[in-house]
């Protein structure tokens, strides 16, 4: 990553090199996070300084990332409109040290019957959590075929300022009609179409945001509130968008949000390349994971960037116990909560086979190869990856399923956890981790009360906050 400063002028340095003018106010500064007793604890006697440290992010979704999370009787579903249940949520995270929380976004409600899916505006919520939190980074999910690059680009900045420089933001260009057709569309455009707008889109993002130069506002009480030649039109008049600008929004904390990017495919991982700062991944194990790695760091360096300034971060699912049997029964203990028969029958659909027979506590039957699979490859691959390394039974390949999908799952105790993450983040696997918790809050807290000071005693992960802004935690460790 980027060579650390010592005092956070991060804000002045945004992204990959823009067209645009450039340049950014440094944010606010704010009194340095006490670190906890805990957290002094476990840093005080590292095993080994290592060359580098993890990034950790939250994405938090309903009650968890676990199809059945929402069933428990202690769970958070009658909480899923309360904006304190995110906020606390956020501190909890915060309180780990982690370098954000991150919302997605939907735009069509889907199924109801099994659990919920969507409920606050994500750039809403995280106005409110960034005045119930100090630190912690705030990224979340906007449309390019959805939004306008304006409207993205004035609400991202406003929730930069309301910050004091924590805004992220994840670029997508969606994907389901549903979706669509609450949006003007009959379809979804096709992808290539999609990736031609989101690059315009982006491009145009980054040069409103550049439209305001850093010393724009004079506020002279005997003269000019603002510079009129400090602020910049772009005149842009491209395939998807016409816009004068300047924005209405003068220059934030961060001089932009920070991009992140979560594209799998050849347009997607060109995107991040030449514009994210973080990208989200899915990997199931250590090979998937270096093989997307050294792909997408590769398409960095094509744009010309350096590819140790993107942090590569793949979906994370843990299920963490002080020991290893501990660990299995809370997995165990959500994945009976499944609906039996709904889940089988979304098996079937995934191996084109009738599974509404198979017995839940035996394993699972011998499935046809790869090669011989004539349905759609991807998640049956996973299946089989998931059977050949675990030997679940019927039961445990279903929650497998219902919590991260084709993500990482590690079950077990702090230190076999921290081990994994070790290897994945030192054999060119990721250089940090979206967790997504399967239950909320108790999985997150887990994770933060006892896989977090274990990453610290290895010296892997920060004792403090160093930086101010979301940049900063990534540019620093």
Not at 24 to 38: F, L
Not at 215 to 240: N, V, Y
Not at 361 to 387: H, K, S
Request: proline fraction near 8%; glycine fraction near 8%.
């Amino acid at each position: 990553m980027a060579a650390p400063s010592t005092h956070d002028d991060d804000a002045a340095r945004p992204g990959p090199a823009r067209t645009a003018p450039a340049g950014g106010a440094a944010s606010a500064t704010a009194p340095d996070a006490e670190p906890t007793p805990r957290t002094i604890a476990a840093a005080s006697s590292p095993t080994k300084a290592p060359a580098r440290r993890l990034h950790l992010n939250a994405f938090l979704y309903g009650t968890g990332h676990h199809q059945a999370a929402w069933r428990a009787p202690d769970s958070s579903v009658h909480r899923l409109t309360d904006i304190s249940y995110y906020e606390e949520l956020a501190q909890l995270a915060e309180r780990g040290l982690f370098d954000a929380v991150f919302f997605a976004d939907g735009h069509s409600v889907g199924d109801v019957s099994g659990g919920p899916h969507w409920s606050l505006e994500p750039l809403t919520a995280l106005s409110a959590m960034a005045r119930a939190t100090e630190r912690i980074g705030l990224v979340c999910t906007v449309s390019s075929t959805f939004f306008t690059p304006f409207h993205a680009a004035r609400m991202l900045a406003s929730l930069d300022h309301i910050s004091g420089g924590r805004a992220g933001w994840n670029v997508v260009t969606s994907m389901w009609d549903d979706e669509a057709r609450n949006h003007g569309y009959a379809s979804m455009p096709p992808k290539d179409e999609r990736y031609e707008r989101a690059r315009e889109f982006v491009e145009v993002a980054r040069a409103l945001w550049a439209s305001w130069d850093e010393d724009a506002i004079t506020a002279d009480p005997e003269g000019r509130w603002a510079d009129p030649s400090r602020l910049h039109r772009l005149d842009h008049e491209g395939r998807h968008f016409l816009v004068d600008g300047p924005l209405t929004v003068p220059r934030s904390p961060q001089g932009e949000p920070v991009l992140f990017q979560a594209g799998a495919s050849g347009p997607g991982k060109a995107l991040a390349g030449d514009f994210a700062e973080g990208i989200y991944a899915v990997a199931y194990d250590l090979p998937a994971a270096q093989e997307y790695y050294s792909s997408v760091k590769a398409q960095v360096a094509r744009a010309g960037r350096d590819p140790e300034s993107v942090a590569v971060m793949p979906g994370l699912v843990t299920y963490v116990g002080r020991t290893h049997e501990e660990a299995l029964a809370k997995q165990d203990r959500v994945d009976r909560l499944l609906p039996v028969e709904q889940s089988l029958a979304q098996l079937s659909t995934f191996v084109e086979q009738d599974c509404s027979q198979w017995e839940q506590d035996a394993p699972v039957p011998p499935l046809p190869p790869l090669e011989e699979f004539t349905g759609p490859q991807g998640r049956y691959g996973t299946i089989l990856r998931i059977i050949e390394a675990e030997h679940p039974t019927v039961r445990q390949l279903l929650g497998r399923l219902a919590a991260g999908g084709g993500h990482c799952t590690m079950v077990g105790t702090p230190e076999s956890i921290a081990d994994r993450m070790q290897e994945w983040l030192e054999n060119g696997g990721a250089d940090g981790f979206n967790l997504m918790p399967s239950v909320q809050p108790d999985s997150l807290t887990d994770f933060v009360d006892l896989v977090v000071p274990e990453l610290q005693r290895r010296g892997l992960f920060r004792t403090e906050y160093t930086a101010t802004t979301l940049r900063g935690h990534l540019t620093r460790g």
